[in-house]
Nanobody
Framework: QVQLVESGGGLVQPGGSLRLSCAASGFLFSTHAMSWYRQAPGGERELVAAISSTGGSTKYADSVKGRFTISGDNAKNTVYLQMNSLKPEDTAVYYC???????????????WGQGTQVTVSS
């Protein structure tokens, strides 16, 4: 049974940090690129960051470049999203997803997590 389980969300003040984790099981994690998406209330789901299966390539949305870092640990079947200098506009439900290929340019996803809420507010 395939599972992607996100954790680490919560309430944080502007300028603060959070680290999201996504633990994967039920599929060969090391052969899939992984991504983090987010969806704000009333908004569309948008790509935040992606990492190739080897970890050698990453890409980020312009809105988070320099503030967020995606990383992966194939030994633990886990992908992370370190979020620094958080802003109120980062408030959203964050989802991890496993791509259908190993590269960051993948646009199709096989598996999705259930999401974790991140709220940035004073």
């Amino acid at each position: 049974q395939v599972q992607l389980v996100e954790s680490g969300g919560g309430l944080v003040q502007p300028g603060g940090s959070l680290r999201l984790s996504c633990a994967a099981s039920g599929f060969l994690f090391s052969t899939h690129a992984m991504s983090w998406y987010r969806q704000a209330p009333g908004g569309e789901r948008e790509l935040v960051a992606a990492i190739s299966s080897t970890g050698g390539s990453t890409k980020y949305a312009d809105s988070v470049k320099g503030r967020f870092t995606i990383s992966g640990d194939n030994a633990k079947n886990t992908v992370y999203l370190q979020m620094n200098s958080l802003k109120p506009e980062d408030t959203a439900v964050y989802y991890c997803a496993a791509a259908s290929t190993s590269v960051v340019t993948s646009t199709q996803y096989n598996y999705w997590g259930q999401g974790t809420q991140v709220t940035v507010s004073s």
